[in-house]
Structures are given as C-alpha cells and as structure tokens.
C-alpha cells in the first residue's frame, strides 16, 4: 500500500459518505436495495448483507444540515486513516532515524497515538523537557502538538477532515524529497 492508494481510498469514502446524502440517491434504492459483502466464514454459505435501503433512509430521515450520524462517521473515518497513514510510513521509514525525528513524522505520531486512544491528546510526562516542552518538536504547517493539548480531542477538534487529507499528501511530498520512495 502506497500513500497514493491512501488518499485514493479517502476520497473514495469520503464522496460516497456526503453522496449517499444527495436526495436523488433515493431513486437507486429499489432498484440496489442491499449490499453484498464476502466473509471469510464460508461454512455460512450467504455473503453477509446490509440492508443499503435502511440505511440512507434512515440518513434521509435525519437529515443533512448538522447531522450527528455524519460527524461520527467523518470522525471514524479520519481516526482510521490517520492510524492507517502512520502505519504505511513506519513501514517505509522504520531504519531512518533522521525521518523518524523529523517534526511532521512526530506530528503524525502524535495523531495516530491520539486516534487510537480514545481519540484524546496522550501526551505523557517522558516525552516533555525539564522546560515544558515536548523533546522532539512535533509539527506540520502551522499546527504544532503542544502539552497542554494532553486530553482535548483530535479528530475533528484539532484535525480537520481536509487538514487529513492534506498531511497526507505533505508526507507523500516529504518521503519523496527524503528518497523514501
């Protein structure tokens, strides 16, 4: 897996997550009223199946404008591809020492250890100076991870759902410039 995949697999989900929002989408359902997907656990002998019509009409029912079922499933979506991100680069990096120090790469650190943590800032005590300060600067643009961030919500309080996209293609960029790919 490639970050280019990444971010093809973000959009991906991200335009079917607002599209299934669109009013015409209500035309397709009887026609696509359930999703087929293949399990591993053939003994069952049936795919397991989402009733797709239930779904967007309970999407339509609520509504578009400040939905809550939205927001969560942007949040879930930007927790795991953060997760996801730091996963593919560690892959790449894991015997550069340099890379792995840099500011964006501890920034992205910071993000995963976040999602995967309840979704809070973790910023314990061995990674802060005798100033105050976190040890390794960890920063990306103009958004630096700061101790007194230790508990506030990352995804999307702090991080965005463009600003995922965008570190995403910033560490493509960055592994390119290093001869990581």
């Not at 209500?26 to 359930?34: Q, S």
């Not at 399990?39 to 009409?57: C, F, G, P, Q, R």
């Not at 976040?114 to 979704?119: D, K, Q, V, Y």
């Not at 230790?150 to 996209?165: A, E, Q, T, Y």
Request: proline share 3%; aromatic share 8%.
């Amino acid at each position: 897996m490639e970050l280019n995949d990444l971010l093809d697999s973000y959009a991906d989900i991200c335009t079917g997550t607002f599209y299934i929002r669109v009013p015409e989408i209500l035309g397709l359902l009887d026609k696509y009223p359930t999703i087929g997907l293949k399990s591993s656990y053939t003994h069952e002998k049936k795919d397991m199946i989402i009733n797709a019509k239930k779904v967007v009409l309970d999407i339509h029912k609520e509504g578009r404008k400040a939905s809550p079922t939205l927001r969560n499933t942007m949040d879930q979506i930007g927790k795991i591809f953060l997760i996801w991100t730091k996963d593919i680069v560690f892959d790449k990096i894991s015997m550069r020492q340099d890379l792995i120090d840099s500011e964006i790469i501890q920034y992205l650190i910071h993000m995963r250890n976040g999602c995967a943590h309840n979704n809070c800032f973790n910023i314990i005590s061995s990674k802060i100076d005798s100033a105050g300060n976190l040890k390794k600067k960890a920063m990306w643009r103009e958004k630096e991870i700061i101790p007194s961030l230790n508990g506030s919500i990352v995804v999307p309080d702090f991080m965005k759902d463009g600003d995922i996209f965008n570190l995403i293609i910033d560490l493509q960029e960055y592994l390119i410039k290093n001869g990581v790919f």
